[in-house]
């Protein structure tokens, strides 16, 4: 079974750091795009960053551009999502996901997506 599972969410306080990590298995990492999303209360799912396994292409919305960063660890199967900076705006459930694609930016629909991770961020 294709899954992907996400740690280093929690409470930070604004100008602070966190790394999330979406670690996955039951698919070769090399074939896939890898997508970071999240969702506040109220909003729509927003596209935050995403990375295209086949060159290593990345891509990141204009709202956190500058102050994340989207990198791989091929050995681990595993994609990082490392947010400095962090602003109260940036609050939300964060989600990574998979598609087979070879370009992220050209992924209609996810295939697999991860359970969620939380992210606050305090004034």
């Known amino acids: 079974e294709v899954q992907l599972v996400e740690s280093g969410g929690g409470l930070v306080q604004a100008g602070g750091s966190l790394r999330l990590s979406c670690a996955a298995s039951?698919?070769?990492?090399?074939?896939?795009?890898i997508g970071w999303f999240r969702q506040a209360p109220g909003k729509e799912r927003e596209g935050v960053s995403c990375f295209s396994s086949s060159d290593g292409s990345t891509y990141y919305a204009d709202s956190v551009k500058g102050r994340f960063t989207i990198s791989s660890d091929n050995a681990k199967n595993t994609v990082y999502l490392q947010m400095n900076s962090l602003k109260p705006e940036d609050t939300a459930v964060y989600y990574c996901?998979?598609?087979?694609?070879?370009?992220?930016?050209?992924?209609?629909?996810?295939?697999?997506w991860g359970q969620g991770t939380q992210v606050t961020v305090s004034s």
């Open positions: 996901a998979a598609a087979i694609e070879r370009n992220c930016r050209m992924v209609y629909e996810y295939d697999y």
């Open positions: 039951g698919f070769t990492f090399d074939d896939y795009a």
